[in-house]
């Protein structure tokens, strides 16, 4: 059989751990078979990213940017225990936060679903995906205690000199105080990349915030959302056959509740943080959960939401076998080749991307599957695979789809 075809490299950012021992087989046993696969590598994997002085995640990052399509193994973050264990000259940032900044984009979440494992709301049939603005908020705000009484006050003095000022509170004992910000810039970007990523997905498209009670902060974000929609995405919109829905954040939070799924989810970022852990744990598990990034202007990088398992790798160094779940970092390659299928008009390598998820989920359909997929099917008696056992068993799925 002739190989699938590439024009554009894909941008390939290698990993640690267990997620960097799966990279490897999934690349062998489901991609170079059946792909002409055409990447630019980089290595992300803590000791590279040491040797470089993290140079290497900033060159991947504005890969990323030229090229528009990357995927990503996940890598260590390092703490005090990474610091000693890699003997590392210093203590890396977090290489998702350093592309992030790059592309200044917006990270949207989604369960894959199997028929054995049904999630804990009964009414959910369809993934829902959760787009958290990772900006601004609480996550950046100045905060401290009051030690006692005293008056607080918010005040803002323009480039211009100009100044503002309002009391925030006259405090009789001591207390708690905050102040958040969020930019105009950064609220649009989020828009944009939701806008872009619901037209891509063909889902409908919902945001919550608390414009009712913070009716500057929250309905600056309402406002930003339904100017850029107006402007440039309600036609896109509506041909697509595809809706915007804003309301309050807690009629937000009920509808999804009893929804049937299947819409995009933009959340605010503290709301966004809490929601996707609550979402991902209703749908089954972390190991199931794709994760990708989407820059306003059209940039893509896919990866798994999971870590690197370190646990699984440190039995795996001991000789062992694991049965850890390649199906995310799977995933995470279907969709950078379809994106670069479709942005190429490669349709080959577009269907290619689909015929691999679905090779992946006939086998979890006849029950070959991991040990952490095993604990939570229903009604069925799974055999749990290895890893190496169950990447095989989908590389022969995959084989006889493209054969057909
Ligand atoms: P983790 O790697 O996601 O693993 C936590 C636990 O969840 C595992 O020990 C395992 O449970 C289970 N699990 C997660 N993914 C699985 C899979 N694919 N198959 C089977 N079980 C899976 O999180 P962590 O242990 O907190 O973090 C490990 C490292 O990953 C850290 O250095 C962190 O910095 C990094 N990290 C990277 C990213 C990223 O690159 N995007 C994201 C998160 C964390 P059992 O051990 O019970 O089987
Ligand atoms: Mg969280």
Same mark, same amino acid.
């Given at each position: 059989m002739e190989k699938i075809r590439m024009t554009t490299p894909l941008v390939e950012m290698d990993g640690d751990e267990m997620t960097r021992i799966l990279w490897k087989m999934i690349k062998e046993e489901l991609i170079l078979p059946f792909v002409e696969l055409k990447t630019e590598y980089y290595d992300l994997g803590l000791p590279n990213r040491d040797a470089t002085g993290d140079q290497v995640t900033m060159d991947a990052a504005l890969a990323n940017k030229k090229y528009g399509v990357a995927v990503k193994c996940a890598t260590i973050t390092p703490n005090a225990q990474r610091m000693d264990e890699y003997k590392l000259h210093e203590m890396w940032k977090s290489p998702n936060g350093t592309i992030r900044a790059v592309l200044d984009g917006t990270v949207f979440r989604s369960p894959i679903m199997i028929d054995c494992i049904k999630p804990s709301v009964r009414s959910w049939k369809k993934p829902i995906t959760i787009a958290r603005h990772a900006y601004g908020d609480m996550y950046k705000a100045t905060e401290f205690r009051v030690p006692g009484p005293g008056r607080a006050e918010l005040r803002f003095t323009g480039a211009n000199g100009e100044t503002m000022s309002a009391e925030v509170y006259d405090f009789e004992c001591g207390g708690v105080l905050q102040a958040q910000y969020n930019k *105009?810039?950064?609220?649009?970007?989020?828009?944009?990349?939701?806008?872009?990523? $619901?037209?891509?997905?063909? !889902?409908?498209?919902? %945001?919550?915030?608390?414009?009712?009670?913070?009716? +500057?902060? *929250?309905?600056?974000?309402?406002?930003? /959302? !339904?100017?850029?929609? *107006?402007?440039?995405?309600?036609?896109?919109?509506?041909?697509?056959?595809?809706?915007?829905?804003?309301?309050?954040?807690?009629?937000?939070? $009920?509808?999804?509740?009893?929804?049937? &799924?299947?819409?995009?989810?933009?959340?605010?970022?503290? *709301?966004?943080?809490?929601?996707?852990?609550?979402?991902?744990? $209703? %749908?089954?598990?972390?190991?199931?959960?794709?994760?990708?990034?989407?820059?306003?202007?059209?940039?893509?990088?896919?990866?798994?939401?999971?870590?690197?398992?370190?646990?699984?790798?440190?039995?795996?160094?001991?000789?062992?076998?694991?049965?850890?779940?390649?199906?995310?970092?799977?995933?995470?390659?279907?969709?950078? @080749?379809? +994106?670069?299928?479709? @942005?190429? &008009? @490669?349709?080959?390598?577009?269907? /290619?991307?689909?015929?691999?998820? !679905?090779a992946t989920l006939q086998t979890l359909n006849e029950v070959i599957m991991t040990k952490d997929l095993c604990a939570l099917a229903e009604g069925i008696t799974p055999a749990a695979v290895d890893s190496e056992a169950f990447i095989k068993a989908i590389a022969q799925r995959l084989a006889a789809l493209l054969a057909a």
């Open positions: *105009d810039s950064s609220i649009e970007n989020f828009a944009r990349s939701c806008f872009e990523f $619901a037209l891509g997905a063909k !889902q409908d498209l919902w %945001f919550g915030a608390k414009d009712t009670i913070s009716k +500057k902060y *929250d309905h600056t974000f309402k406002d930003i /959302f !339904q100017k850029i929609y *107006d402007a440039e995405y309600k036609e896109k919109f509506e041909a697509a056959g595809i809706t915007y829905f804003y309301s309050l954040i807690d009629d937000i939070v $009920a509808r999804v509740i009893r929804s049937e &799924g299947g819409f995009i989810w933009a959340c605010k970022n503290y *709301d966004g943080d809490v929601m996707s852990d609550m979402v991902s744990t $209703a %749908f089954g598990s972390l190991a199931m959960m794709t994760s990708v990034l989407v820059s306003p202007d059209g940039k893509y990088e896919y990866e798994a939401a999971h870590g690197t398992v370190t646990r699984h790798y440190y039995r795996w160094l001991k000789g062992e076998t694991t049965s850890t779940n390649p199906v995310a970092t799977i995933f995470a390659w279907s969709g950078a @080749l379809r +994106k670069r299928g479709e @942005l190429d &008009g @490669l349709a080959e390598l577009a269907a /290619f991307g689909d015929k691999l998820e !679905q």
